[in-house]
């Protein structure tokens, strides 16, 4: 399924004349409109606001389109999004420069509407598929929770977050107990409803800015931005409850299940420096295995 949310289109020109032209003719496209006037602007903008395309002037006085594109393509955040060169004649060389550096495509000036249209169009349309694709390629395909890939990324943000600006941090892992058990008494395609029914649980008692995510198998990891370990061992005993008060039905029978936390915060560290993801992860574990060790249902921290 296709994201339908509205695509912005950047446009960076040292012309009024292009901006109001453009924006005649990509008027009743749908799309977002934004408009920077030299390459400052236009970076800055990108920055902020992520746009979807970017129509670049390759001719603008002070610093020109080229430098703004290689200073697009040296920044990670903004190195995917799709430009078009606008420009005067190109040689051949250029051309071919322009695509080997990254641009998707460019337009000659002086433009037809129409092709302008279509060009952006195009390119707009490759970018939803970009998207969907970045997107499930953070997904966990059984649960529809965010998986380990993510997770790590996030958590590497979060613990920088925490460098500069000091807001704790913590890390709840999780693991379903016995789970092979279950897997052998009632079938693999029962313990993939436990599977899905947990991740639901879960991703319902939390909040929304709470990452949780199905780190493998049947285990589960949730980072809790700002939150202090007291604050986060209270919330892994509330999903622990959760968790067990979930009743599976097959057929006439029915199945509880149980499930083990570790909960580890930065602020069991005194130096913010010495926090990393590795640590906070193996902090996690080794308080998840003390949860095992103590009989399993239960929280350890
Ligand atoms: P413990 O209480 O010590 O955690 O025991 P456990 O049985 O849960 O742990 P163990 O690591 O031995 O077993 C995990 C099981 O999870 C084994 C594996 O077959 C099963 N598993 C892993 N991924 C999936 C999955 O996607 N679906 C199903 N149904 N089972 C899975
Ligand atoms: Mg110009
Ligand atoms: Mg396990
Ligand atoms: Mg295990
Ligand atoms: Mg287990």
Known sequence: MLDST?????????????????????SAEGVALLHAHDAVEGLAIAREQLPDLILLDLEMPG????????????????????????????DVTTKVQAFELGAVDYVTKPFDAIELKARVRAALRTKRYQDLLATKARIDALTGLWNRG???????????????????????????????RINDTHGHPFGDIVLQRVAQVLGQATRDNDVVCRYGGEEFAIILRDTSSVGAVSIAQRLCHAVAAITFRQGRETVQVTASFGVAGSDQCDDHDAVSADTLLEAADMALYAAKSAGRNRVGW
Do not use: C, N, W
């Open 150 to 180: 993510y997770l790590t990324d996030q958590l590497a943000v979060e613990v920088s977050a925490l460098i500069r600006h000091g807001s704790p941090v913590a890390l709840i892992m999780v693991d379903i107990d016995h789970f092979k």
């Open 6 to 26: 509205l695509q912005t289109v950047l446009i960076v020109d040292d012309s009024p004349d292009i901006h109001r032209l453009i924006s005649a003719r990509l």
């Open 63 to 90: 610093t020109d389109g080229m430098t703004l594109f290689s200073q697009l393509k040296e920044e990670s955040a903004l190195d995917a999004i799709p430009v078009i060169f606008l420009t005067g004649t190109l």
